[in-house]
């Protein structure tokens, strides 16, 4: 059940009471109330409090549409009431601006409760009336168990047990009133908090009770049941990221599925684990059952902690929202406990990540940065560490075939600026979202860097000789050879993050990431650029090259370059996103056969 507080406002329009005081009332209210009723485990539920001492209690609210409780102690001194709105209109004192509050939350909003109630104030005088419900009411809870302390058994959904009771009692008298069923239909229950500032005995009329008149209200409570708001997108979100979801429902298990399926998150029916099935099989089975389950129902607190550590324990990083003090155990279980800012003191204590606006949404915004941003670092990584694996392998070749070093000092601050910063920043800055991988991050990085580098070596140490042997000028040699370098770095961004995806998806060309090719072919203007200007040709050794055989050469070997690894990285795709030559000749075999 996902309760929401509104508290109420005074003539300055500022709450009468602190949220955080507020949400203790509230706690202290259910731990006092009673035990085993559904208002009490919505509230303890929901609520840090505890038992306090009471002068009386009316827990029946079920029967009557209202339940209160005399409390006095130092710290809470009063008797505090929670009701329908109906009944709780004639019980405010004098306070007009609050009754249009309540009007105005109202547009919209039938639920069974209310129906019930404008039933009872509109029977015939044969009609069953309050006092025989009431009746009915109390021998149904004579006949409940108490519900012990602690052992945090929940009932099929809060709100889904409130209203239950309600059509009972309407059944009894021939059911003509439309049955709201629970489920993704359900409409919200609207309730009213509200304190008179001395504890007071219950008064019964005819074995009626009597609510208190002159009550101040604290707090509009607002109770749904189902997903929360943008928690399909938030679930979308982590499904389309690669993200495990697994639910836990306190609620109604038919009403959890019917719920998530609704939001793209397909359950099977063998995919939901009771908390009572759990409990019965041995711990082998047990652990096997929480891994194949993605819902589980009617846990207590205790399962909860258990699940969250057997998820741990087969490797798997747990991040848990919660907001209620029955998901403290396991958000101190989790790796990553997050927590809404409507949650209880103790859960926004705990946590590590606080939804300021309780929008699920949110997580799945941070989760697509953060995988944006581990995906540029990954590519940024693969760029920068080539650099040293195909230098190391040029300063072995050229030391050995002419006893020099492949390039000028000057020559390598221009292969790393252009070639290596300027693209960077492009890689990092419109880095896309995507899985990132979490496991093997050495091996990831590898696939990619290897040949590269060793295709760079081979291809460079070729220009090399050729350029020393046509020229005999080592300086000329290794000016040929900063400009394939700097080309060829410049074309890795292309394979990194690939302007054109082709055979990739529906469509056999698509549009990728373009913005850091642009900047790469504008780098490329810069270098080209800085070879021309008289200041910057000093500065970095650079110079146009002689001739246009020499541009031929050049332009030559890129190409060469280019093709080997577009061909190699189609066999071995270095990402899991990047399609292999078996699903490009693929769909190449399809579109000539759709032609002939």
């Known amino acids: ?36 009723s559904d208002l009490n485990r919505l509230l303890t539920t929901n609520f840090d409090g505890h038992q306090r001492s009471v002068v009386d209690k009316m827990p029946h609210y079920q029967a009557y549409g209202w339940a209160g409780v005399a409390i006095d102690e130092d710290d809470v001194h009063g008797t505090y009431l929670i009701g329908l709105p109906e009944v709780m209109d004639e019980l405010l004192a004098g306070d007009a601006e609050i009754g249009a509050a309540v ?41 409940q168990e108490p519900q012990d302390e602690g052992t945090g ?19 009894r008298d021939g059911g003509e009133e439309e049955q709201n069923e ?20 219950i008064a019964y009329d005819n074995g009626v009770p009597q609510p208190p008149d002159n009550l101040e209200a604290l707090a509009h409570i607002i109770v749904t049941e189902g997903l929360s708001a943008g928690a399909a997108e938030s679930i979308a979100g982590f499904m389309e990221n690669q993200v495990e979801i697994r639910v836990f429902a306190d609620q ?40 194949h389950a993605k819902v589980y129902g009617s846990f207590t607190t205790q399962q909860a902690e258990q699940i969250v550590t057997i998820l741990q324990s087969r490797g798997h990083r747990v991040a848990m929202v919660g907001q209620r003090v029955s998901d403290v155990p396991p958000l101190q279980a989790a790796d990553l406990p997050i927590a809404g800012s409507s949650g209880s003191p103790t859960t926004l204590n705990l946590a590590e990540i606080v939804l300021i606006a309780s929008q699920p949404g949110a997580l799945a915004d941070v989760l697509d940065r953060g995988q944006r941003i581990a995906n540029g670092l990954m590519d940024i990584l693969r760029l920068y560490l080539t650099q040293p694996v195909w230098l190391s392998l040029l300063i072995v070749a050229t030391f050995l075939y002419s006893h020099s070093f492949p390039y000028r000092g000057a020559q390598g601050t221009a292969i790393a600026v252009f070639a290596l910063a300027i693209p ?35 291809i460079g140490f070729a220009l090399y000789e050729q350029f020393l042997s046509a020229s005999d000028e080592i300086h000329y040699a290794q000016l040929g050879l900063t400009y394939f370098l700097v080309i060829s770095g410049l074309l890795q961004t292309g394979f990194l ?34 070879a021309n200007i008289p200041l910057l040709q000093g500065f970095l050794e650079v110079t146009p090259l002689h001739g246009a055989n020499d541009v031929r050469w050049v332009v030559t070997t890129v190409t060469v370059w280019l093709l080997i690894l577009f061909v190699y990285f189609r066999l071995f795709p270095f990402r899991q996103d990047l399609p292999g030559l078996t699903t490009l000749v693929r769909k190449v075999s399809y579109i000539f056969g759709a032609l002939a």
């Open 424 to 458: 960077g920043f492009g890689i990092s800055f419109f880095a896309p979202d995507g899985v990132f991988p979490r496991r093997e991050l050495g091996k990831a990085i590898l696939r990619y860097i290897l040949p590269a580098a060793l295709l760079t070596a081979v």
């Open 182 to 201: 629970i489920g993704l239909e359900q409409q919200p229950l609207e309730l009213i908090f509200a304190r008179s500032p001395e504890p007071l005995e």
């Open 103 to 143: 009007e105005s939350t109202d547009n919209g909003i039938r639920s069974a409760p209310r129906r019930l109630w404008r039933r009872f104030s509109n029977r015939e005088d044969d009609a069953v009336g309050p006092q025989e419900i009431a009746i009915a009411e109390a021998e149904d809870l004579a006949r």
């Open 1 to 36: 059940s996902l309760v929401a507080v509104e508290p109420v406002l005074d003539e300055n329009g500022q709450p009468l009471l602190a949220r955080s005081h507020l949400d203790h009332l509230l706690g202290d209210f259910g731990h006092s109330v009673g035990r085993g």
């Open 252 to 291: 109604d298990s038919a009403v959890a599925l019917a719920a998530l399926n609704a939001a793209g998150y397909e359950i099977r029916d063998d995919e939901l684990l009771e908390g009572k099935d759990m409990q019965e099989l041995p711990p082998g089975q047990r652990e096997n059952a929480v891994l």
């Open 497 to 530: 993050l690939p302007p054109l995806l082709v055979g990739h998806g529906e469509r056999f060309i698509r549009p990728g990431v373009w913005q850091p090719m642009v900047i790469a072919f504008i780098s490329l203007g810069l270098f080209l650029l800085a």
């Open 153 to 171: 058994e929940q009932s099929s959904g809060v709100l889904g047990g409130m209203i239950s009771r309600f059509q009972r009692a309407i059944s």
